[in-house]
Every structure is written in C-alpha cells, then in structure tokens.
C-alpha cells in the first residue's frame, strides 16, 4: 500500500467530515486524528523499511550466494512506496 493510496484516503475522511460535521470543533478533531495516523502509519512503514535494510545488508556481506541479489533496489523500492513503478 503506497503513501499516495493512504493519503487519498484520509484526505477523504478530511472532505467528508469537512462537509458533514456541523461543529468545527469536530471537524478540526478529525482532521488532527487523521494527520496523525499518517504520521504513524509513515513511522512504522520507515521502521520495518530500516530494519528490513540492516538484515538485507548483512545477508548480502555474509552470503556470497545471494550478492546477485541487487537488495539495495529493493530497499530504495520499499521507500519509495511503490511509487516508481
């Protein structure tokens, strides 16, 4: 799931409830939150894209079956979210 499919859908969420919620106070609420979990949703995804290229490199310095690998495309691929493709 790319960062552009997460953000399309809490803007969503933003439209709707900027269109639906009769008090602003609700509104600013649910924008906040939705901020929020695409903030955390970006810091687990950047956590697992580290951790997933610390284990790549050592295989890749420990294994010289798999130096054909090319893990550093992979690991530009995962933080680019899909978005290169």
Known sequence: MSDLYIEAR?????DIASASCQDK????????FCDEIHE??????NKAI????EMA???????????????????EQLKAGGENE
């Not at 106070?25 to 906040?32: E, G, T």
């Not at 580290?50 to 290229?53: H, I, K, L, P, Y």
């Not at 310095?61 to 495309?73: C, E, H, K, V």
């Open 50 to 53: 580290d951790d997933f290229a």
């Open 10 to 14: 809490l803007q969503a969420i933003k």
């Open 57 to 75: 490199r050592k295989i890749k310095y420990q294994d010289n079956a798999l130096t054909d690998i090319d893990l550093d495309y992979i690991v």
């Open 40 to 45: 955390k949703i970006t810091e687990i995804r």
């Open 25 to 32: 106070k609700d509104v600013a609420n649910i924008l906040s």
